[in-house]
Structures are given as structure tokens and as C-alpha cells.
């Protein structure tokens, strides 16, 4: 009898589990080999789908293939259980996934007390070993599980299952030989001990930090799990849209990549301020030969930082030896003008091979099949994507992110702008990333102008994760006579008890127009940049010099605005920008004057960084600092405290308006800012079931000292406890793809008509091709556009959108209300 994994789509042969096992343990093993862990990943690919050996699972394959619909159900549990169901009329689900757990715990379980006998010490990592692989085959559809029990299953309940609902004996019967002797060779005494040791070795010294240690072992346990993940993912995909292979994993010659950026830095002019922007890069290029660890890189605005850390990164991979570089940005707005400057240093063939850009927002909360083959893994030499995307990959729920983990080993991680980490965030980002450097062959750079502290925690909360920098980590040389040298602007604080009103505002940026040709106003919140776009378009006599930008514009159309900018700028034409704080994070603009509501210190000198930008007005350039009258920040918690924190400063007697930018004044402002908000770092999600009183997600991915149950479990992580209270943001956004131009229109149908004949491979480089195309928008308001018809998915039941042309603007961007006429989508 011909046991299936996957039913072919057409008439071509179907995948036998046999095949599908051998596949993913040869995918797995390569995976987890870079940081150690070859034969664990071996053991979970080869034995993750072992219950699909069971008639109950086979008896489904036979439904699916009688019915045709290959398509509808490749690998998920859920939806063979769904189809069963509607076909049968049957209740309950079939569960394939935790027979093969239970064969490795009942056969490693055999050899592991003889381990105990000879070295007690390595009693708690054989168990971690143990069952961290049973917990990765058991969660391998569903997102990691929890360890403990608890009513709706964990681990415990998952292996304590009996026969008539794994088949585990059964399976165990049916089963090809080759499975079983292979499973038998690798599970194995040696195996076992060498693995317990290897976590033993890494683990131990973290023992007197109890969250350390166990944030470390739970992080072991999900690189494994993202090596199975990516494994099946991959091999599944593979199966469906064969001739995929060749274009994973793209290898990148670093010798290569740094003679051509050495070549093109030779061309650079280097003088004036071009000469300081040299010497940090050729800095960066002597640091590059140093160890691996976590460096900072503190450079103001318009230093050159992007130049110097690319530098870094492409000689460092090369002395390591490493697989790739991976920059992590804070928004979407400015991927696409990063990695396009580094795909100009190799030319238009190897940019396109070496870099991809991986925005998160077209991938949806909840996956489809479609989604689960096609979803971005990250296989590129060199990868762009967000802060959001890094932290689901190693705290979101479900399979999605998780999938990515492992390519986060032999790595160089370039954090841009580094001081917009979410507060919550910085124990769980502190901790990974002291990981990532010490035990998986990482290297890690902050970036940003205004460097925070996170080395230097407020004491009490020092144990639950600061950042280890590295001895002489700091990649640029004497900040402080840099920041002098680089000084292009004065700052004005303007703020005043009753702040500024809308018309004092507009008669305010008049009068800059006026005296400086070109002004740049940030606002902290949309609704401000469109009534002082409204205001100032009455006001001035120019319309064609105002422009309106905000995160309700795509990528594409925000570029073509800014290029537009740019000229204007270049030719000397009357200049004027109301912005949301999307400009201020890396944006090459340079305007004569800035105008920046009041906010947190750290957005305010990277407002400063677009004016007076490449130092070529006559004096300097000058930035005023406003409080707007009765500005509504309750709903944005991080720039309400950020204003608190600045206005201390400003308040205090020694203030020294010459001094704001300083980083004298950045280290008080971090200090006061993350002294205010300490006991929102480890990430708080109130109580629940699991836990007594109050949780953090520090304490459910570490020690989880607070849960209720007392278990022989060694690994007691409430993963998918954490998995679902984790947000990277406050309020998650859904990516909506909208038709601002005929490429984004023909996009869109071309993706529309993929519902008809479905191919992964083509999906995957539509959505690409879409990003730039899309709009992130909250929850609530994408339910207001698909119950008022103005937007659509792009399949039935697909969680990917399309915006209907008549609620885009050219002037706003994605809007609830109709703002242009209908010219409908080519089919």
C-alpha cells in the first residue's frame, strides 16, 4: 500500500511520506548544522509527519484525491480535517503529527537513564533534548505549544495521548524500513549524550540568571523548531511548483561584494563633509576584522551611517565566513531606498540575486496553504526587512515567523535606528540578541544617532536582560569631536505653556517659506499633516510646491512624491513638506529649514538629520521645536512619553538649548525615559489561565516561575501563551494592496487570477512585487473598507487585499471615503 504525504495536483505521481520524510531530514539537518544541531534536526524532519503512516490519515488522502482538490489541502491537519467533515459529515480531527514525538521520547527515554547513571549533571539537558524535539515534531502545524498542561494541551497532554488518537503503534507497523532504521541509527546513545553535553556547555554559565538560562533554552528549542518549519515548508513547495530548488539559498561571494564597494567608494568625492563620512566608513572597514559580538555604531544624521555599517557587514561576513547580512529598519518607508542604494554597489544582475526586500505587511495574522508555501524565508545573501518581521520571527505565534529563525545564525544584524525598539520589547530583544551573538555565530550592530542605553538598564531590572556589548565596541572613533565636526544646524525650542494653534502654526511656516525657500514640517499625527496641508494650500500662492506624505500612501507613491522633493530642492524652487514622522528615519531630503512638534529627543535630532543635510547652505540650518494647542497623543503612548522625557530636559535649570543634540543630552534623555518606563520592558500580558497574578513574556519564554502547575517537565516555556499575547506593535496592521499606478493595477490581477490556477513560486514573487504597492492599516479600519466594498480579497477565504481605484488619492493616499473615479482592473 502506497503511503501519502502530499496529493499531486494533477495527474503527476503524489508524494509518498517515505519520500517527504528523507526530503525534510536532509533540509533539516543542512539547516541546523550551522549552529551545531545537525542530527536534531535530522531526527524532528525525518520523523515530524510518522502519523501520516495511520489508515485514518490515508483514508483522507483517498477523499482528497477522489475529490480533486489537491489544491485545498497540501500539509495542514486543519484543512484535511475541514474536507473530511464536509464530506463525511464526521466530527473530531485526525492528528498526525504526534505519533512521531512519541516514538523519539519512547525510544530516547531507553537510553537516557544510563546517561543519568554516568554524569547526573547532564540529567536536565538529556530531558530538554528529549522533549524540546518531541515538542517541535507535536507543534510542527499549529505553532509551538506550550510545555505544561493546561485544559486545551501541552505537551504533557500531547505524549500522554493514547493509540486510538496518535495510531502510534500502528504507524510504527506501516511504517517504511528505512524510516525506522534511520530514525533508530540517529537516535541513538552518542547522539544523546553530545547533544546534552552541547547545551550543557552553552547553558551553564548563565546558571546564577535564572531568566537567562531558560530564555537560552527556550530559544535552542525554537531554532530547531524553525529549522523543521522551514524544512517542510520548503520541501512541500518544492513538491507543488517543482524546479524551485535552484533559486534558494543564494550564495554570495563576499570578496566579491567588497571589491565592488571598495571599487565605488574609490569614485567618492571626499571633500568637505564627504571627507568626515570617509573616515567613519574606513573606520568600520578596520573594526570589520575584529571578533564577533555586538557593536554599536553612533554616527549624527547625515554621517554616512548607511555607507559605514554596509562596509562593516560585507568585510566582516567575508573574515567570518558568514552566510549573510541582515538589515532590520524600524518602518517600511524606507526599505526599498536602502537596499536599492546597495543593490547600485553590485550592479542590476547580482542586486537582484544577492538582495531582497521583505516587507511584512502582505503577510496575513492568519495563513492559508497558499500562504504557508509561498511565505518569505529569507534565503538571500543579503535581506532588508522590519524590526516587526525580526521580532515575529523569534516571539510571534504560529509557524509563520518562527520559519525564518534559523537564518538569524552566521549572520551580520545591522539594527538601523536602533532607539526605536519598542519599550516593551527590550528585554525579550536583549536577550536574543546576547544569544544569537554567543551561541549561533552572530554579530549584531546598533545603529542610530542617538544611541539608548540598553547596556545600561536601570539596575533593578539589569537581570532580566541588558545588552552585552562587546569590549571596544563602538565603531566610530571619538563621538564626541564627531558630533561637533558634523554640527550643520541650530536648534530653537519654541515651546510655550498654551502651545500653537492652527492658524499661529501656518503663519509660522509662511514665514520660514518665506526666508528659506524650502521648510519641512513633522507632525506626530496624520491628522495634523493634512489640516496644515489644507491651511497652507489656502495660505501660500504656489500650490505645486506643497506636498503631503504619511504611511496612507504605498512605498511607491511615497518615492515618487519624495523624488519630486528632491528636484524641486536641487533647482532651488520654493519647497514645501508636511510629513508624519515616516521622513525623519533615514530619509535623504534636505531642507533649509525643519519645524518638528515636539516629541522625544531621539525624533527630534533625526528631524534635524534632513535639514542643513549635506552642509551646503552658506550658515547653518535651523531647526524650531512647537508644541501644537490641545494635541491628542492618548492613543500613542510612546510619543506622549517621549514628550514627558524631553520637556524634562528642557525644563531643567541647566538646559543649554546648543547642547540639545549632544550626546550628553541623548544619554539624559534615555536615562530619564527608561527609568519612567522600566516595568514595561519584559513585555507585560496581565493574567491568564497559566499563571498566578501578573506575567510578563520575559517570564513566560523563560523560568515561568509563576505558573500554577509543578511538573517533571524540563522546559516549562508557555510558548503559545506568549506566541498569541505578542504584538510588535500595539495595534497590528493588515497590508492592503492598493492601485496607485497600471504596474500596482496589473499586479493586482495578475494575483486575481492565480485563484484560478495556483502557483507558489509566482504568488511569492507577486506578493514581492506588491509591497511596494501596499498600505498597512489597523484592524478596525480594514473592517470599515471590506464592509463598505472598498476593498476586496484577493481569493475566497485568502486574507491578502485589494483597495477599489476610487478610494486612493494622489494627495492622501488609501482613503474610507470615495475620492476618485473607478477605472476598474484588467482580468
Given at each position: 500500500m502506497p503511503f501519502i504525504a502530499h496529493p499531486a495536483a494533477t495527474g503527476s505521481e503524489h508524494q509518498s511520506v517515505l519520500t517527504h520524510l528523507r526530503e525534510v531530514k536532509v533540509l533539516a539537518e543542512a539547516l541546523a548544522e550551522k549552529f551545531g544541531y545537525a542530527q536534531a534536526g535530522a531526527l524532528i524532519g525525518l520523523l515530524h509527519d510518522f502519523g501520516k503512516y495511520s489508515a485514518a490519515f490515508q483514508g483522507y488522502m483517498d477523499d482528497i484525491i477522489t475529490l480533486k482538490q489537491a489544491h485545498a489541502n497540501p500539509d495542514l491537519d486543519e484543512d484535511i480535517e475541514s474536507l473530511a467533515r464536509t464530506v463525511k459529515g464526521q466530527k473530531g480531527t485526525i492528528n498526525h503529527s504526534t505519533a512521531g514525538a512519541q516514538w523519539l521520547v519512547d525510544h530516547l527515554m531507553q537510553i537516557a537513564p544510563v546517561i543519568f547513571k554516568e554524569d547526573s549533571s547532564l540529567s536536565q539537558y538529556c530531558m530538554v533534548v528529549v522533549q524540546g524535539l518531541a515538542?517541535?515534531?507535536?507543534?510542527?502545524?499549529?505553532?509551538?505549544?506550550?510545555?505544561?498542561?493546561?485544559?486545551?494541551?501541552?505537551?504533557?497532554?500531547?505524549?500522554?495521548?493514547?493509540?486510538?488518537?496518535?495510531?502510534?503503534?500502528?504507524?510504527?507497523?506501516?511504517?517504511?524500513?528505512?524510516?525506522?532504521?534511520?530514525?533508530?541509527?540517529?537516535?541513538?546513545?552518542d547522539f544523546l549524550k553530545s547533544a546534552a553535553q552541547a547545551l550543557k556547555t552553552s547553558l551553564s554559565p548563565y546558571r546564577s540568571n535564572k531568566t537567562e538560562h531558560d530564555f537560552y533554552l527556550g530559544i535552542f528549542v525554537k531554532l530547531w523548531f524553525s529549522c523543521l518549519i522551514d524544512a517542510d515548508r520548503t520541501n512541500s513547495a518544492d513538491f507543488e511548483t517543482p524546479g524551485n530548488e535552484p533559486t534558494r539559498n543564494t550564495q554570495a561571494d563576499w570578496h566579491m561584494a567588497c571589491a565592488l564597494l571598495e571599487s565605488k567608494i574609490a569614485g567618492f568625492d571626499t571633500e568637505g563633509i564627504n571627507q568626515i563620512r570617509a573616515a567613519i566608513s574606513a573606520n568600520c572597514q578596520q573594526k570589520a576584522l575584529g571578533q564577533q559580538g555586538i557593536y554599536s555604531l553612533t554616527v549624527p544624521t547625515g554621517g554616512g551611517k548607511n555607507l559605514a555599517s554596509l562596509r562593516f557587514a560585507l568585510h566582516h561576513a567575508k573574515q567570518h565566513q558568514l552566510d549573510r547580512i541582515i538589515y532590520v529598519i524600524p518602518y517600511t518607508s524606507i526599505i526599498e531606498q536602502n537596499a536599492q542604494a546597495v543593490r547600485d554597489v553590485f550592479g542590476d544582475e547580482l542586486g537582484e540575486q544577492w538582495v531582497l526586500e521583505h516587507h511584512s505587511n502582505l503577510e496575513p495574522e492568519v495563513q492559508t496553504w497558499r500562504t504557508k508555501l509561498a511565505c518569505e524565508n529569507w534565503d538571500k545573501p543579503i535581506v532588508f526587512t522590519t524590526m516587526v518581521q525580526f521580532l515575529e520571527s523569534l516571539f510571534g505565534g504560529g509557524t509563520r515567523g518562527v520559519r525564518r529563525l534559523h537564518q538569524l545564525s552566521k549572520a551580520v544584524l545591522i539594527f538601523d535606528e536602533i532607539q526605536t525598539l519598542p519599550i516593551n520589547c527590550v528585554h525579550l530583544f536583549n536577550n536574543a540578541v546576547n544569544f544569537l551573538t554567543r551561541h549561533c555565530h552572530t554579530t549584531a550592530v546598533m545603529c542610530t544617532a542617538t544611541q539608548p542605553l540598553l547596556n545600561k538598564l536601570p539596575e533593578r531590572v539589569r537581570p532580566r536582560g541588558e545588552l552585552a556589548l562587546t569590549g571596544d565596541n563602538e565603531l566610530t572613533p571619538d563621538i564626541s569631536k564627531l558630533y561637533q565636526a558634523l554640527e550643520r544646524v541650530t536648534v530653537r525650542n519654541l515651546v510655550r505653556p498654551r502651545g500653537w494653534d492652527e492658524s499661529e502654526l501656518t503663519a509660522l511656516i509662511a514665514q520660514q517659506l518665506e526666508s528659506n525657500t524650502s521648510c519641512l514640517v513633522i507632525v506626530n499625527t496624520k491628522h495634523w499633516a493634512k489640516a496644515l496641508y489644507h491651511a497652507l494650500n489656502e495660505h501660500l500662492a504656489w500650490p505645486d510646491g506643497i506636498f503631503h506624505l504619511s504611511t496612507d500612501m504605498c512605498a511607491a507613491h511615497r518615492k515618487a512624491k519624495l523624488d519630486e522633493i528632491r528636484s524641486r530642492l536641487d533647482d532651488g524652487l520654493p519647497t514645501l513638506c508636511l510629513s508624519t514622522a515616516l521622513i525623519e528615519a533615514g530619509v535623504d531630503v534636505d531642507f533649509n529649514t525643519v519645524v518638528r512638534f515636539l516629541a522625544g529627543l531621539d525624533s527630534i535630532a533625526q528631524a534635524a538629520g534632513r535639514c542643513n543635510r549635506h552642509g551646503r547652505q552658506q550658515g547653518m540650518g535651523e531647526v524650531l521645536v512647537v508644541n501644537p494647542h490641545k494635541e491628542n497623543l492618548n492613543m500613542l503612548t510612546d510619543i506622549k512619553q517621549g514628550v514627558a522625557a524631553t520637556k524634562y530636559i528642557l525644563d531643567a535649570d541647566d538646559f543649554d538649548e546648543a547642547k540639545l543634540l549632544s550626546p550628553e543630552y541623548t544619554t539624559r534623555y534615555f536615562d530619564k525615559y527608561f527609568y519612567e518606563r522600566c516595568d514595561e520592558m519584559g513585555y507585560p500580558t496581565g493574567t491568564h489561565g497559566l499563571t498566578q497574578g501578573q506575567s510578563q513574556l520575559v517570564d513566560l519564554l523563560s523560568s515561568n516561575e509563576k505558573n500554577i502547575e509543578k511538573s517533571p517537565i524540563a522546559i516549562r516555556q508557555a510558548f503559545m501563551v506568549a506566541g498569541k499575547a505578542f504584538k510588535a506593535i500595539n495595534a497590528p496592521t493588515q497590508g492592503v494592496i492598493v492601485p496607485y499606478d497600471n504596474t500596482a493595477k496589473t499586479l493586482i490581477s495578475a494575483l486575481l487570477a492565480l485563484d484560478k490556477r495556483f502557483d507558489a513560486a509566482q504568488y511569492r514573487k507577486l506578493l514581492q512585487q506588491a509591497q511596494k504597492y501596499s498600505v498597512n492599516v489597523f484592524t478596525h479600519k480594514l473592517k470599515q473598507l471590506?464592509?463598505?466594498?472598498?476593498?476586496?480579497?484577493?481569493?475566497?477565504?485568502?486574507?491578502v487585499y485589494y483597495l477599489r481605484d476610487e478610494h486612493y488619492s494622489s494627495e492622501f493616499g488609501l482613503s474610507l471615503e470615495i475620492c476618485g473615479e473607478q477605472e476598474g482592473l484588467v482580468l
Open positions: 515538542l517541535c515534531i507535536v507543534s510542527h502545524h499549529s505553532g509551538l505549544i506550550n510545555c505544561l498542561a493546561e485544559p486545551s494541551g501541552g505537551l504533557r497532554n500531547r505524549l500522554d495521548q493514547g493509540e486510538e488518537a496518535t495510531h502510534l503503534n500502528e504507524c510504527t507497523q506501516n511504517a517504511n524500513p528505512e524510516v525506522l532504521n534511520e530514525a533508530r541509527k540517529l537516535a541513538g546513545y471590506l464592509d463598505s466594498e472598498a476593498a476586496y480579497p484577493i481569493a475566497e477565504d485568502e486574507p
